[in-house]
């Protein structure tokens, strides 16, 4: 739904820098920890994998897998960059890329919206694991879309462009709050939750540009979902615009909220 443009691989690292805080949070009351070896489902241009790195430490080890072999060039790169030596990525789908069963966890952030059987690849996920591994997907909910407190005409605007109708095709906007029954349908015990936002303001707060940067990637499939054409979006200026109304009326940005899901395999 988001493509994998150039634009798209920076926009994820633009992500991150918004929600990796969040996520290290939930990774942490997960158990996540040292030394232990972990998968990350989807993981793109590494922003998880190389936080989990982080988190294990030198003793542990991590695996990232991605359909997009071409994103994965960045992952490495990016884990080279910063002298991680305990992260390898590979291509494909995990189911077929990955044949060890002893992992401590099994990781992912926004993938499960992606698929078209989230229980499936719960469960597929949580083979890989040892008895008390930790399964913990970090999943957003559109029921809660950007929005400026107080609300803005133009704020109102990219909600009516970027939030499709419930049941619509694409990615599933609402998995956050679908983690619950996911969990349980694919064999798992009832999970634990962590829920938060990122909330900020100012001229300098990366909100706006994360907001601009989605619409773009969203550009091929707008219209089609929402009506929303390029030519009334002008994603090009829609950061400034937002940035500059949120300001003038002294209004904080949240954007949309974490579920966090994490339980022990039985």
Do not use: C
């Amino acid at each position: 739904m988001l493509g994998h443009s150039d634009h798209e691989t920076r926009r994820l690292i633009l992500q991150h820098q918004i929600y990796g805080p969040i996520t290290r949070r939930f990774f942490e009351a997960a158990g996540l920890g040292r030394g232990m070896k972990v998968l990350d489902v989807g993981s793109g241009a590494g922003d998880v994998s190389l936080l989990v790195a982080d988190l294990v430490g030198p003793t542990g080890r991590v695996i990232g897998v991605d359909r997009n072999a071409e994103i994965l060039d960045t992952a490495r790169a990016r884990a080279a960059t910063a002298g991680w030596r305990n992260v390898e990525f590979l291509a494909g789908d995990f189911q077929d890329a990955v044949t060890d069963r002893d992992f401590d966890a099994v990781v992912g952030r926004w993938v499960l919206m992606h698929v078209p059987d989230p229980v499936a690849l719960v469960r597929d996920a949580a083979a890989r694991l040892r008895v008390g591994g930790i399964v913990a997907f970090h999943e957003n909910d559109f029921t809660y879309p950007p929005a400026t407190f107080p609300p803005t005409e133009l704020d109102r605007q990219v909600h009516r462009w970027l939030v499709p109708p419930p049941g619509g095709p694409g990615a599933e906007m609402r998995m956050g709050t679908k983690l619950y029954a996911t969990y349980l349908d694919a064999g798992l015990p009832a999970p634990q939750f962590r829920l938060e936002a990122p909330l900020g303001g100012g001229p300098d707060w990366p909100g706006f540009e994360y907001v601009a940067e989605t619409a773009r990637s969203l550009l091929p499939m707008l219209d089609r979902l929402t009506g929303a054409t390029p030519e009334e979006i002008g994603v090009d200026t829609l950061a400034d615009r937002l940035r500059e109304e949120a300001v003038r009326h002294r209004a904080v940005q949240m954007l949309p909220l974490m579920f966090g899901a994490w339980t022990r395999k039985a």
